[in-house]
């Protein structure tokens, strides 16, 4: 199998489902290591692990990496942020 974007962003969100979310960061350093770039849906992936992991800090940080890499956030990636801090109550 030829690594790919779809490829790394299944393993990200497949790691960040499980809460294993300095995993899935691993797995966004290794494509930029292998020069493809990460899309929106990596990203989103990325988010709602911290998010669903009580550490929306973090997922907003990754927003503002995402942004510093010229891709838009979609209201998936707001909603995704709002709803971490809301459970987290901030």
Excluded at 20 to 27: G, I, L, P, Q
Excluded at 65 to 83: F, G, L, R
Aim: net charge negative; with cysteine.
């Amino acid at each position: 199998v030829c690594p790919n974007v779809l490829l790394y962003t299944t393993m990200i969100s497949a790691c960040a489902r499980r809460g294993e979310t300095a995993e899935a960061e691993e797995w966004l350093w290794e494509m930029h290591r292998l020069a493809l770039e990460p899309v929106e849906a990596t990203y989103n992936a990325l988010l709602n692990g911290y998010a669903k992991s009580q550490n929306s800090q973090r997922a907003a940080q990754w927003l503002e990496c995402m942004e510093a890499n010229d891709i838009k956030p979609s209201n998936v990636s707001y909603t995704t942020i709002i709803d971490g801090f809301a459970r987290e109550g901030d």
